[in-house]
Nanobody, 129 residues
Framework: QVQLVESGGGLVQAGGSLRVSCAAS????????MGWFRQAPGKEREFVAA????????YYADSVKGRFTISRDNAKNTLYLQMNSLKPEDTAVYYC??????????????????????WGQGTQVTVSS
């Protein structure tokens, strides 16, 4: 497993932008698919975006497609989520996750929480109307 620490959350007005980051420890970060999930109060954790180990493939939930961009810098062991045109319904705790059970697989881009085995502690994103 890898250790993951999110940062960059905060309060932003609707229509604004925010970038959250996920710093990973461990030399295997660059070989695993990664994902972002979010969880609002009283709701289940939901998929936001996923990226392959190389960064060459990405996948998004319909609710964020065209507004959010997932990326990674393997040299810095860091995962990013750029969020633009934020809406109040984007308010949630955002979690990054890694699937360390599979390495160098272009298809390892899970969309459900059970497909990941390492999680960060989350960072709060609040969008005001």
């Amino acid at each position: 497993q890898v250790q993951l620490v999110e940062s960059g959350g905060g309060l932003v007005q609707a229509g604004g932008s925010l970038r959250v980051s996920c710093a990973a420890s461990g030399r295997t970060f660059s070989s695993h698919g990664m994902g972002w999930f979010r969880q609002a109060p009283g709701k289940e954790r939901e998929f936001v975006a996923a990226i392959s180990w190389s960064g060459g493939r990405t996948y998004y939930a319909d609710s964020v497609k065209g507004r959010f961009t997932i990326s990674r810098d393997n040299a810095k062991n860091t995962l990013y989520l750029q969020m633009n045109s934020l809406k109040p319904e984007d308010t949630a705790v955002y979690y990054c996750a890694a699937d360390t059970r599979v390495a160098f697989s272009a298809s390892a881009m899970g969309v459900t929480p059970r497909e990941y085995d390492s999680w960060g502690q989350g960072t709060q994103v609040t969008v005001s109307s």
